[in-house]
Each structure stands twice: as C-alpha cells, then as structure tokens.
C-alpha cells in the first residue's frame, strides 16, 4: 500500500464549476500538506501548504486536513480552463515530499 | 529568472549509455533534492543535499546513479550504463534548511529522459 493515495480521474468539469480533490495518507509521521499544480510536461508549482487540522484559504482554493481521518482535500471555486492541469498532493516528514499520483482535472470553457 | 533550472530539458541516449544532467538551485538554498517522475505518477524522492553533504539516499537510487554537488551550489546527476526503465523525468527542487518556511520546495522544469 502507498504512503498517499489520490484518485488518478480524470476529472473534468464545465468552467465555473467547484473543483473538489483528495488524498488519504497512512504515515502519522507527515507534519505538513501540500498541493502542487503541474501542467504538461513542466515542473510541479507548489500551489498551497498546511500545517495542522482545518481549512486554509487563498483566493479560489481553499485546502483542507483532516488529520484524524489522515484526509486532505483541495476545492477549487470558480473553476477556470487556465485551471486544467494535473493536481498532485504532498505529504512532508522530516526533509521529503511523498507525492500521490495525481488528478488530472480539465475544466471546459 | 530566479527559479531552479535544469539542463538539459530533454535527452535521448541509447540504452548502455551514460548520462549526466545538472541542476542550479535557488541561489540561497541551502538544500538541493533529486526526484523521478514516471508518466501517470507523482515524484519518488531520490536523494537530497544540504550544502555539499548527500544525507539521505532513496533504495530507489541503485549503484548506476550517482549524485553530486561540489562546493554546496549546483548539482549533477549521472546515470551510468542506461537501461530503458530508467526513462523518465528527473526533477531538482531546492529549499531553505530553516527560516519561516523550510517545507516549500521549489521545482525546476525537469530534464525529460528517453532511453531507446
């Protein structure tokens, strides 16, 4: 079993729509969350991070964790097609990142 | 452009062939990380530097990869006697040891490898 699962999709949603993304992890160990953007055939951009239980906001995005359930979610408001792009969540522990798979998410004009 | 760079961005070798591809990190970073990205997955950790000293070594790094980073600036990895599982992107991030927010690693573009 994986250290983070995230459904692979893909997931595509008519332009405007809420994005709603997410990851489960099994390491108590990881300490802080992440969600990188990717588009195709570029680097991961680092998109947001948290630290502990509850909801961060920035902008449209609005990231969750859930450490009792170990469960991390990503909403995209307002979803844009300059949004479609793969959504890779993060985990941190002491110095590395353990990434999921990825959600490749297409948001049609 | 102050981000983290790599080259080369893409590179064809044939199987059997050695490989080398470098990294510069931001410059006041302090950690260099190396990552493997297969197509439909995330990255898997690698290795990763502070300063000049390699301190941690994914089993995913078998003895034909080495890594280096001479003076605790930019960075080589090399691939020695390519095999066409090896084919894949190899991505560079870089991070402040401490401060506010030693978690943010920031990516570079990746180098793209083919082995044929």
């Known amino acids: 079993q994986k250290e983070v699962e995230q459904d692979p999709g893909p997931l595509s949603v008519p332009e405007g729509a809420i994005v709603s993304l997410n990851c489960t992890y099994s390491n108590s160990a990881f300490q802080y969350f992440m969600w990188y953007r990717q588009y195709s055939r570029k680097g991961p951009e680092l998109l947001m991070y948290t630290y502990s239980s509850g909801n961060k906001e920035d902008g449209r995005f609005t990231a969750q964790v859930d450490k009792s359930s170990k469960y991390i979610s990503l909403f995209i408001r307002d979803s844009q097609p300059s949004d479609s792009a793969t959504y890779l969540c993060a985990m941190l522990g002491d110095y590395k990142l353990s990434f999921g798979a990825g959600t490749t998410v297409t948001v049609r004009a | 452009d102050t981000g983290v760079s790599q080259n080369p961005r893409h590179k064809i070798t044939k199987r059997g062939q050695n490989v080398t591809f470098r990294c510069d990190p931001i410059?006041?970073?302090?950690?260099l990380y190396w990552y493997r990205q297969t197509l439909g997955q995330g990255p898997e950790f690698l290795t990763y530097?502070?300063?000049?000293?390699?301190?941690?070594k994914s089993r995913l790094l078998s003895d034909r990869f080495s890594a280096e980073r001479p003076k605790g600036s930019f960075s080589t990895l090399e691939i020695q006697r390519t095999e066409q599982g090896d084919s894949a992107m190899y991505l560079c991030?870089?991070?402040?040891?401490?401060?506010?927010?030693?978690?943010?690693?920031?990516f570079g573009p990746g180098t793209r490898l083919t082995v044929t």
């Open positions: 410059s006041e970073h302090n950690r």
């Open positions: 530097f502070q300063n000049e000293a390699q301190l941690e």
């Open positions: 991030a870089s991070s402040l040891a401490v401060g506010p927010r030693p978690y943010e690693q920031y």
